[in-house]
């Protein structure tokens, strides 16, 4: 039988003792616990960058819960959620579209309220950028009232 012949080289020193370092690491029990926990919720971060909820196709009780919250617009303008409303059921919806339609009503903050009848980018703290087309509400006590319609 022939004789493998092996040498001591200075890159086999260093990957053995960068791999036992790794290992080690891995198997020592507290700091091993946190690297794979880090790892996990390393992995999860990367593999979902966007936030696990977008309003843009979210539901009337996800905004429903949200009435109170603050939306900056892409003009600088910020926006509160006072409320949402549903439209009547009526009928069957087709798959692709909400299982139920609803109005969202936005009032002004700080000041006049932004042009109407254009598409927003909202931000949301929680949620991330929503595109939102904002119509001016016709109720003559609430003037700067703003709506967005959600089918």
């Known amino acids: 039988m022939d004789k493998v012949e092996t040498r001591l080289s200075r890159r086999n020193v260093l990957l053995g003792v ?16 946190s690297i794979v926990r880090g790892t996990k919720s390393l992995a999860r971060s990367v593999t979902s960058p966007t936030p696990t909820l977008s309003l843009a196709n979210g539901s009337y009780d996800l905004w429903a819960g ?6 900056a617009l ?5 926006m509160q ?5 549903a439209f009547p059921e ?3 919806r087709p798959a692709n579209l909400r299982a139920r339609a609803f109005v969202a009503v936005f009032d002004p903050l ?4 932004p042009a109407s009848d254009i ?4 931000n949301h703290a929680l949620h991330g ?13 609430t003037p700067a009232r703003m709506l967005a319609v959600f089918n």
Request: aromatic share 8%; hydrophobic share 45%; charged share 10%.
């Open 81 to 85: 959620l006072v409320g949402v409303r």
């Open 119 to 122: 598409i927003y980018t909202a």
């Open 18 to 33: 960068g791999g036992a370092s790794v290992v080690g690491a891995l198997f020592a029990a507290p700091i091993g616990t």
């Open 66 to 71: 949200l009435v109170g919250s603050v939306f």
């Open 110 to 113: 700080g000041g006049a309220r």
């Open 129 to 141: 950028p929503v595109p939102i087309f904002l119509a001016a509400a016709s109720d003559s006590r």
């Open 90 to 92: 009526g009928g069957t």
């Open 74 to 78: 892409g003009d600088g303008s910020r």
